[in-house]
């Protein structure tokens, strides 16, 4: 995702039947100059990627290649690639001559680089509707980079099918979408322990996939016999239930489900809260329209 404050970013929007000329290989005179004190933001489906090119738990990942922080605005957790701590301040995984050593499976947003993605939003013009997301893309042309010199021609479309980004894009939609909806309130006293497990079903894949089988996750939720089974051996489809459980948490779908009885516990605890509070505000007016007459 690109800041469209970036001072290198061309200000125009972008299609993907937009040109532009670029090139890059190794032996250009900047070559990994991009891989670099940046911030590098990763999706879910970059970190599963990453974890098992490097063969490493979601859970060592994390703590080894990763920093993160709450979004000032929406407040929803975030993971970006932890740059090394010299001057230089590196990408843990470029190499000098080589370049990414990790290339096949580096993050969407380098795969996309020079080009970026941004979204434009939009109240709807219906009160009770959500937001209108107009996507579109943007050029960064830092001064560094010398592959706009070159003369090959690209549209964004090409450009995206040559890096392989459409799948990317594909997995990561639903993320992008989680991304732009309300985070827990601030004020919600479960908030910190929801967070938590907000950042665990979003990044850290192993440890929800644990939590999911060995906790007593399956006694609360209704989760089908098939997804369960296709969830103990496919980390895209763990990535998209795990999408279902925030999306639970932040009560926004409800593809997942509690088991019956609990749904009815649940509803019976939310009427009985309910009554409590009407009849708590009506004794209050009682005692307020009492002390007005005396
Ligand atoms: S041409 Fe641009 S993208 Fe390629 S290595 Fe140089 S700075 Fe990086
Ligand atoms: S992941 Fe690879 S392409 Fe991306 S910044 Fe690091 S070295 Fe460069």
């Known amino acids: 995702m690109v800041s469209l404050n970036n001072k290198s970013v061309i200000p125009a929007k972008f299609e993907l039947e937009s040109e532009f000329n670029f090139r890059c290989y190794p032996g250009i005179s900047c070559f990994t100059r991009c891989c670099r004190n940046i911030e590098?933001?990763?999706?879910?489906?970059?970190?599963?990627?990453?974890?098992?090119?490097?063969?490493?738990?979601?859970?060592?990942?994390?703590?080894?290649?990763?920093?993160?922080?709450?979004?000032?605005?929406?407040?929803?957790?975030?993971v970006f690639i932890k740059m090394n701590?010299?001057?230089?301040?590196?990408?843990?995984?470029?190499?000098?001559?080589?370049?990414?050593?990790?290339?096949?499976?580096?993050?969407?947003?380098?795969?996309?680089?020079?080009?970026?993605?941004?979204?434009?939003?939009?109240?709807?013009e219906k009160e009770d509707e959500d937001p209108v997301h107009q996507?579109?893309?943007?050029?960064?042309?830092?001064?560094?980079?010398?592959?706009?010199?070159?003369?090959?021609?690209?549209?964004?479309?090409?450009?995206?099918?040559?890096?392989?980004?459409?799948?990317?894009?594909?997995?990561?939609?639903?993320?992008?979408?989680?991304?732009?909806?309300?985070?827990?309130?601030?004020?919600?006293?479960?908030?910190?322990?929801?967070?938590?497990?907000?950042?665990?079903?979003?990044?850290?894949?192993?440890?929800?996939?644990?939590?999911?089988?060995?906790?007593?996750?399956?006694?609360?939720?209704?989760?089908?016999?098939e997804r369960l089974e296709k969830i103990k051996n496919d980390e895209i489809e763990l990535m998209h239930f795990a999408f279902d459980y925030i999306k639970y948490m932040l009560g926004i779908s409800q593809q997942l489900r509690l088991k019956p009885q609990l749904a009815e516990e649940q509803r019976r605890a939310v009427d009985e809260k309910r009554a409590r509070e009407v009849a708590e505000r009506a004794a209050r007016e009682a005692r307020i329209r009492e002390g007005r007459s005396q």
């Open 40 to 78: 590098l933001l990763l999706t879910p489906h970059d970190v599963i990627r990453m974890k098992n090119r490097l063969g490493l738990s979601s859970t060592e990942f994390l703590a080894r290649y990763t920093r993160y922080r709450e979004d000032e605005k929406t407040t929803h957790p975030l």
């Open 85 to 124: 701590e010299d001057d230089q301040k590196l990408c843990p995984f470029v190499a000098e001559k080589e370049g990414c050593r990790i290339y096949t499976d580096r993050p969407a947003a380098c795969r996309y680089y020079p080009v970026g993605q941004a979204t434009h939003r939009t109240a709807s």
């Open 135 to 225: 996507e579109f893309y943007v050029i960064i042309k830092e001064d560094h980079c010398r592959g706009f010199d070159e003369d090959r021609q690209w549209t964004i479309g090409k450009w995206r099918e040559d890096q392989e980004a459409a799948r990317a894009d594909e997995l990561n939609l639903e993320w992008k979408n989680i991304m732009m909806k309300q985070n827990l309130p601030r004020e919600d006293e479960d908030r910190e322990r929801r967070q938590k497990m907000f950042y665990l079903a979003s990044y850290d894949i192993d440890a929800f996939r644990r939590y999911v089988l060995e906790s007593r996750f399956l006694e609360i939720f209704d989760v089908e016999p």
